[in-house]
């Protein structure tokens, strides 16, 4: 960027607009991104600019008109400007759903210090080490008061940091106790007051995308159906001279970015994962061994090419479903481990707040020691066997404080890596931590209630959308490729998907769709999964849809291709 920046200051003083420079570094300031306003506006038009020559050969050579080439070039260009210049905004705007999301837990947590008379330092300290979303601004905050800043003036200060408008009263709000005029039941009534709106984003997200689900399956099916539908009947009718790498445009690019519009504007519309997760390392592992990054890659290509090169030269299904077996191989290698560490966590988090009221019930006039020993004998799954890993450090002689930190270095549960916490204050103040406990339960089931709701806000949409992208696309443009290539004089048999078995008046019309709807599904299926990883609040969790969209779809493909499925329903 730094070449950008010498040209944003050899610009004229009225090349920039003012307004849209004090609005570009306002999105750049709550993004994170540290950019300098005119540096970044320049980055927008000049990198079009530089890709424009290259738009217009491209187009130029596929469509073969220089002035239509010219005109979309210049549309391409405009429209690459437009979305550099509006990704400060989006970052903006979804960091500011992330903190508000997070809200009711990390205000809840900061009441809980305040109650416990915590220095107020020290319970941001705290606060800032929870890995909240919020977590960053208090982080902010701290960085400030080390450069000699004072308290109550860095949390109005980072205000100007967040679009979220919950999170600056926040801000406020403790800027107000630092002072003492506020109270932590002020604190609690905001993050009350966060989390119905929470929920109330999640209803409306749900309205919302009975539309978006239509306008989904129209980009995604209907569009590529007809447009195939148009090559093969209407092109050997009316003359088209339609070539092979057009096809590929069509469905390599122009369709693939339709769908990844409307994703996108479904992404953009979709509440945040609340109660901020950990993502869990990810890697393949195989009897007990954990491989490398570059023995995963290995091991992946090497599954991944006989089914690759069975679908571009013998597409029969016996041969199909066999190198799809082989194919799944590196995916159980991946997500057996994952998945068993998702299935620790949630069982983790769902025995939080029984663990929770069970441990302020025993706090008054028991030590450290008996509440870790009941916590292991309590028959919580895996927070018993956490706790009995730290019940016999401290029988080893550990440190009760070094066997709680050790128990919370190793979940990935920021929930109970938040109960340890609040344990081991307990340990180092010796305050009652009774009542402290007892809302920290209550503010866990107020949590997963609303993670209940979300949930259930979003399984008929991604059910919808997972079962189109594996089912009903797939079939529906193998059918229609079935029966438009049977209308048009083609050929439609599943062993000459590729070769000679066209035999339409243009040939290479017909040789190209096929393999361009299959790198189109591929594209489909990534970018559902993307979007499935984004509902879940792991982006770990795309790679398992995509390791079951993708050689589904492509099986499905082939099948309704080689087979009348849809006569067969019928």
Known sequence: MGAFAQIANAMP????????LAQTEEDLRCAGMELGAKEFLCACFFIPLLLLPLFFIVLAVFLKDVFLSCALALLLFAAFYLLLVRVPSFVAKKRADEEEADLPLSLGAMAIYIDLKMPFEKALEALAKDKYAFSRHVRGVLSSVK??????????????????????????????????EGSSESLRRLAEEA???????TREFASKMSFLALLFIAVSALAPSFFA????????????????AQVWVMYA????????????????????????????GIGMEIGGRRLGWKESVALFALCMLPLLCT??????????????????????????PLYAGWRKEEELEKALPDALFHASSMLKGSSMEKIIAALAGGNYGGLSEKFSEAKRQVQTGASVASALGNVQKGANSLLFSRFCSLLLQAYYTGADMKIALRRAASDMLENFALVRER??????????????????VPVLLGSVLRISLALSGGAFSGVEMFGEGFAADNPSIETAIVPALHVYLALFALFCSILFGVFEGRSAQALLYFAILLP????????????????MVV
């Open 195 to 201: 989390g119905i709106s929470a929920g109330a984003k």
């Open 311 to 336: 679908l571009l030269f013998y597409a029969q299904i016996w041969a199909v479903g066999m190198c799809a077996l082989v194919a799944a191989f590196p995916f159980w290698a991946y997500f057996s």
């Open 229 to 244: 539908i148009f090559l093969l009947i209407a092109g050997k009718f009316l003359f088209l001279e339609v070539s092979a």
């Open 455 to 472: 949930a259930a806000a979003l399984s008929m949409q991604k059910y919808t959308l997972f079962f189109g992208g594996a089912i009903i």
């Open 147 to 180: 450069l000699g800043g004072s308290v109550q003036g860095a949390l109005f200060a980072r205000a100007a940091y967040t679009r979220s408008s919950f999170c600056k009263r926040a801000l406020a709000q403790l800027a107000l106790c630092y002072e003492g």
């Open 13 to 20: 003083a009225g090349f920039f607009q003012k307004g849209k």
């Open 552 to 567: 589904v779809s492509q099986m499905l493909f082939v099948l309704s291709y080689s087979v009348n499925l849809v006569g």
């Open 253 to 280: 690019l122009v369709f693939p970015l339709g769908c990844a519009l409307v994703l996108g504007i479904i992404y953009a519309s979709a509440p945040c994962a609340i109660g901020g997760r950990q993502e869990i």
